[in-house]
């Protein structure tokens, strides 16, 4: 089985790599915009192209049999109506929570006629990093909607996913809601983050307005859309769910493991 991972060198799409390999996976194509500079495994073949240069597309896609599809939005139906094209078996691909901003991804897939696995993971925990700057800077995280609670998951965990479901049989017109094992509130993550530290961090909480001024230095435009999402979770909080442990056959990663493994990330 001749499987290509677009957005080889991604946060994710390079942990897929290594997932397969660990799982046996011997003909693997990973699609990177800079061959030379990917430092991919040896026996992996590498191939230049990208999502956003759909161009690169139909020599990536020459015969695969199934494709992990990066999230691209602007040309995920050329891309997979592409995939259509040249035979490819079945999609997997990482979308988000069905109905969000994500959905397009989906409905791109479903539209080309292959049989497809979506993979639904909500926030990755990898967004903490947005508190690194303050917490390198000092012991006082300066955030918003405290209280705003969700589960969040290990990209380790989401990669793990989609090699598992790429190499097993039985997973082809799937949707797999993906959450980290517990739900947490920011100050919970922060108080977890200064544990891995060895630290005692304080979190102090803004009003909107200034919260969405301080993340529009990260976000731009997004920070109002960010906040007002942070609100929701306040008043709805997002619970766990058990997909990954049921899929891998062993806990997800939780956020504490999660914050040990990355604490250089906060230093």
């Known amino acids: 089985m001749k499987i290509l991972v677009t957005g080889a060198t991604g946060n994710v799409g390079r942990m897929v790599v290594d997932e397969l390999l660990a799982l046996g996976a011997e003909d693997i194509r990973a699609l990177t915009v800079d ?9 992996v073949e590498v191939v230049r192209g990208f999502l956003g ?7 990536a896609l020459a015969g695969a049999d199934v494709m992990f599809l990066a999230p691209y939005p602007p040309t995920v139906s050329e891309v997979c109506r592409l995939a259509a094209d040249a035979g ?8 988000g929570a069905k109905g969000d901003h994500w959905q397009v991804i989906e409905d791109g897939v479903e539209a080309s006629g292959v049989p497809f ?23 006082v995280v300066r955030d918003t909607c405290g209280d705003a609670a969700n589960a969040p998951i290990a990209q380790e965990d989401i990669a793990a996913v989609a090699a598992r479901v790429i190499v097993e049989a039985g997973h082809a017109g799937r949707s797999y809601e993906m959450t980290g094992p517990e739900s ?4 919970e993550k922060v108080e977890r983050i200064g544990r891995a ?5 304080t979190y102090v909480d803004l009003p909107r307005a200034e919260a969405i001024a301080q993340l529009e230095q990260a976000m731009g ?7 007002d999402g942070l609100a929701a979770l306040a008043e709805h909080p997002q619970a766990a769910v058990p997909t990954v442990a049921e899929l891998l056959g062993r806990p997800a990663i939780t956020f504490q493991e999660w914050a040990g493994r990355h604490a250089d990330d906060f230093r």
Do not use: C, S
């Not at 061959?35 to 026996?43: E, I």
């Not at 926030?123 to 508190?131: D, Q, R, S, V, Y």
């Not at 435009?221 to 906040?227: D, L, N, Q």
């Open 184 to 187: 947490l509130t920011r100050r």
């Open 88 to 95: 490819v078996g079945r999609i997997v691909d990482l979308a």
């Open 197 to 201: 530290l060895g630290r005692r961090l």
């Open 117 to 139: 696995t979506h993979l639904e993971p909500g926030e990755f925990m990898a967004n903490a990093t947005l508190w690194a700057g303050q917490i390198r800077a000092g012991d």
């Open 35 to 43: 061959p030379a500079r990917a430092g991919l495994p040896p026996g």
């Open 53 to 59: 240069k759909v161009e690169t597309m139909p020599a």
């Open 221 to 227: 435009e997004y920070a109002e859309w960010y906040v």
